[in-house]
């Protein structure tokens, strides 16, 4: 069985999709017509990134959602058994999966970079990754912190992320140091996603969606906030709006997948992130998954 992955933050990076923009007729088009839709030239953003802007969450978010939607559109293969997206990748597995319009699809995806990107400007969180630690340790110290600070990214056994308030992280990292952690990295993201920093985004996220209308799934998607097949419309909405304040759980999606019969997985993204996340997750298991 096909599974079809799409990547989040972090996978973007400056003349994404140009090759697709030159060399495919339709995937020209399809840029184009974004173009309109937005009424800028997100393509100049995605191909030049003048002053940096791409790393802004309003334009990234878009980018990257832009760039799977059209891989999809332009394949003759696309095929799935099953879809995930981690974090703002979901909602190009809806697109992808016809649960959303082209039109609300990006525009979904605008509203909610714009009005995350406004909460992380007064907010100050921050997000980090932890190496060489169990997620149960981490998930412990968290919770004694006093502050708000929440496990937020489940990856792979051996990497969890962790989003919260700039005091609360100082204290807790320094907590995992001294405890064993291998390496702590901290995120180049405006603030902290899949946290309850993030509730005002949810308020606002809730009351559009909710307004959009969602088709029934061409097969299922496997939805970051419980990492499990999910098959009807409503149902995909509250998981949808829960994701916002709600850890991602990826490795659970992943390990879902797989016990539901997927054998090779395609990953839909501009650089190899994703890829070498699946790769860590699929480490320890001893039959051989075919990534694409």
């Known amino acids: 069985m096909k599974a079809y992955l799409f990547p989040g933050q972090g996978s973007q990076f400056m003349g994404m999709g140009k090759d697709l923009y030159e060399s495919n007729s339709l995937a020209k088009k399809l840029f184009q017509y974004y173009n309109d839709i937005l009424g800028f030239q997100i ?5 030049n990134n003048p002053n940096n802007i791409l790393e802004q969450t309003k334009y990234t978010q878009l980018a990257l959602y832009i760039y799977s939607v059209i891989q999809i559109k332009i394949s003759k293969k696309f095929k799935p058994d099953m879809v995930a997206g981690h974090s703002l990748g979901e909602l190009s597995a809806l697109t992808a999966i016809n649960v959303l319009s082209f039109e609300d699809g990006v525009m979904l995806v605008y509203k909610r970079a714009s009005i995350m990107q406004k909460i992380c400007k007064s907010s100050h969180g921050i ?13 412990k110290i968290c919770k004694k912190d006093k502050g708000i600070i929440v496990p937020s990214n489940y990856n792979y056994n051996g990497q969890l992320v962790i989003s919260g308030d700039k005091q609360s992280m100082k204290r807790v990292c320094s907590i995992l140091q001294k405890i064993g952690a291998k390496k702590i990295i901290y995120l180049s ?7 309850p920093i993030m509730e005002p985004a949810r ?3 809730e009351s559009i ?3 959009i209308s969602f088709q029934n799934p061409k097969c299922p998607i496997y939805q970051n906030f419980n990492g499990k097949a999910v098959y009807r419309p409503n149902e995909i909405k509250n998981n949808l709006i829960n994701q916002l304040t709600s850890a991602v759980k990826w490795k ?12 090779s997985f395609q990953i839909i993204e501009p650089g190899n992130i994703l890829k070498g996340i699946v790769k ?3 480490t320890n298991i001893e039959k051989r998954y075919k990534i694409i």
């Open 43 to 47: 393509t100049y953003i995605m191909f």
């Open 127 to 139: 997000m980090a990754a932890i190496f060489g630690l169990e997620d149960d340790m981490i998930e």
């Open 189 to 195: 993201v405006d603030g902290a996603f899949h946290s």
């Open 203 to 205: 308020k606002k996220m």
């Open 209 to 211: 969606i909710k307004n």
């Open 252 to 263: 659970q999606s992943i390990q879902n997948m797989i016990l539901n019969g997927a054998s």
């Open 280 to 282: 860590k997750i699929l």
